[in-house]
């Protein structure tokens, strides 16, 4: 029904909309994706400040009318993770996260555990932003492993979750040899065909992404990561029709 509705909630993505208003796309935990219209929020004098950009968490005060997009009459700040925005790296990564979350979550369904999933990816990458400085390689395979420790927490989210404990195929659990988007997993020697290899430290990264707290995103080196990133994007691809941008910009 229409009327007033309160609800904490996530800016995903802001976009400019006439001379003064922005179109919001937010993330909630009881109403999934919904869109929503700021209006004179670009304004000097607007009344919202700098509450609506993307990345805020927020409490939001929104009127539902009988159009598709709510309005915003209030906002209040929970987290503005601002020592992410001054980290060019970190902001990126925000950026990628909820993206992910806005393709693969964009039904007004709600999905409490991916807003807390999402609040606890934008709150660690504005812990670790600007802190101890690494080599180049090394930061961006940190980075990378904790964009697919998330991802495959979405999957998990989403019910697509790859099944790496034997072959999704035949139920072998051992010479697991590749990796299949169709099959939703694993594969042994026997039925590797349609699956490009997955090797044995790409396959312990998965596994332990989903069983371990984000903040203890275990790593890898590259190649796993690389063929770990492959797995998670044939899923993607073959059980919900999405594609997500790389996991981490090109170097």
Known sequence: ??????????????????????????YTPARGRI??????????????????????????????????????TGAQTVDAHTRLRSDARALDAAARACDAVGRLFETGEPHPGVFN????????????AGGEALEPGRAQAAQRSGALSFRLKLLLAAGLAPQLGACANCGEPEHLVGFSG???????????????????????????????????????AEQALSQAERAIAVTLEHHAHVRLMPAVAAA
Not at 40 to 49: E, I, L, N
Not at 188 to 201: D, K, N, T
């Open 182 to 220: 169709a099959a939703g997993g694993v594969v042994c020697a026997a039925c590797e065909a349609g699956s490009f290899p997955l090797g044995a430290e790409a396959h312990e990264f998965m596994a332990g992404a989903l069983g371990r707290p984000l903040e203890e995103a275990p790593t890898a």
């Open 35 to 72: 869109g929503a219209i700021a209006k004179g929020v670009r304004r000097a004098r607007s009344r919202f400040g700098g509450r609506l950009e993307p990345f805020f968490r927020i409490d939001a005060e929104l009127h539902e009318g009988r159009g598709e997009l709510l309005t915003v």
């Open 117 to 128: 999933l999402l609040c606890r990816q934008l709150g660690l990458l504005d812990a670790q």
């Open 1 to 26: 029904m229409p009327g007033a509705v309160k609800t904490e909630a996530v800016v995903l993505r802001s976009m400019r909309y006439g001379e003064a208003d922005r179109i919001l796309h937010l």
